[in-house]
């Protein structure tokens, strides 16, 4: 079992519709980081954050250290929202262990 | 964005045959990773560096090695390429010096070991 786990593994939706994405870990951590991985490769860092909620835009990460759990949320989606979104948790070891990624498509 | 880029960004080799993957930043920033990533795997960190000369392995470093000898350059080898190493490898830089730094990446190189 991974330490950390992302559901859905694949999601499609329309566009405008809310979108959420899960990230749930097994051990206590210190952050969490939201990437997101464009269609073409690049990765780019969405988020950092260790407690309650971070908003840019049309995005919206929330974390509950206690529960061991995280959300991204994508308010109105658009089809240029279509990416692989990856988190990242980083242990009390300090180590930082990658999820397999939430493939996001959002048709017009 | 991040002045990072490498090179190759795509590669064919065999196996057997050394290959050098070089990441070349300027941001002057002193952190920099090398990670592959795998299908039904999460980005895995094979090494990494805190400073000119400063390496240290990550979870995935059997087979290959790294070298840092300007701030600017990261350049991850492996000495004898095995088909496991088909992969697309990711160097990614961060000014902080813990975990917790937000790391900016480059556009990847895509390795095929025949």
């Known amino acids: 079992k991974n330490e950390v786990e992302q559901s859905p593994q694949n999601l499609t939706a329309q566009e405008g519709e809310f979108i959420t994405i899960n990230c749930s870990y097994s051990?206590?951590?210190?952050?969490l980081h939201w990437l997101q991985q464009h269609p073409g490769g690049g990765i780019v860092s969405l988020f950092m954050?260790?407690?309650g909620k971070k908003k840019h835009g049309r995005l919206i990460a929330t974390i509950n250290i206690q529960e061991k759990h995280s959300s991204l949320h994508i308010t109105a989606s658009h089809p240029r929202d279509s990416a692989v979104y990856i988190c990242a948790a980083l242990m009390n070891t300090d180590k930082l262990i990658f999820g397999t990624g939430t493939r996001l498509q959002v048709f017009p | 964005d991040a002045g990072i880029t490498q090179s190759p960004r795509h590669k064919v080799t065999e196996t057997g045959t050394p290959v050098t993957l070089r990441c070349h930043q300027t941001e002057n920033h002193r952190y920099m990773y090398w990670y592959r990533q795998d299908p039904g795997h999460g980005l895995r960190l094979i090494h990494y560096s805190y400073g000119v000369k400063d390496t240290d392995k990550g979870e995935v470093s059997d087979g290959y090695s790294v070298s840092r000898s300007k701030t600017e350059d990261f350049l991850l080898t492996l000495e004898s390429a095995t088909s496991s190493q088909t992969s697309v490898y990711f160097c990614?830089?961060?000014?902080?010096?813990?975990?917790?730094?937000?790391?900016?990446f480059g556009p990847g190189t895509r390795l095929l070991v025949l």
């Open positions: 954050l260790s407690s």
């Open positions: 990614a830089i961060s000014a902080g010096g813990t975990w917790g730094e937000t790391q900016y």
């Open positions: 051990v206590g951590i210190s952050a």
